[in-house]
């Protein structure tokens, strides 16, 4: 990719899970280590199931891991002053100070390649994906395949024990025995728990006045 001559832009690589981003952000940086280029790769901390890129090894035998950052600030601490690309793995878990962080890397003409998910379980953008894209140069959105249909999947769904999982649930689960797959529009279940038991409270409200004005 050029976008003239002179570096220093931002690309987002964003999509369901399943859709092949850390592969894509992988390749671009094993391009631009052929190219002779300095490269550093990040990724948020969280969770090792998310652990995302790990280690990148080059043709010519160097390596690069993939450090893993607690906050976007430390990024800006940690990226040294000859670098020339950044990649940053599992952005939307990292706080909304990256947008800032992402712009002024790409002032000083690193060229920023950042890699997440755009949509949370319900189908809400994730974390800042939704600024980041909006500011990057390039954005290439990634689809999986909807393993209920085979369409094109572009939404993650949450399932305990098999089943979707409620709206209400935290938007990043640490733990616990859920599950993701690959889903469609069409098929994408999100079942707002709360609603259901609050009409059936009242059912349950009405029918007790009823018994009620049946013994007066
Ligand atoms: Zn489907």
Redesign the pocket.
Known sequence: MHHGAHEGWIEVISGVMFSGKSEELLRRVRRALIAKKRVQVFKSHLDRRYAGVERLSSHNGSAIEAVPVVSAREIRTRVNPETDVVGIDEVQFLDSEVVSVVRWLARRRVRVIVAGTDMDFRGEPFGSMGELMAIAEVVDKLHAI??????L?TRNQRLIDGEPAPAEGPVIQIGGAESYEA??????EVPEVGRHQMELEIAVEADAWADRVQYW
């Not at 909807?146 to 369409?151: K, L, R, S, Y």
């Not at 889903?183 to 994408?188: A, E, M, N, V």
């Open positions: 909807c393993v209920q249909c085979g369409d999947a889903r469609c529009r069409q098929c994408h």
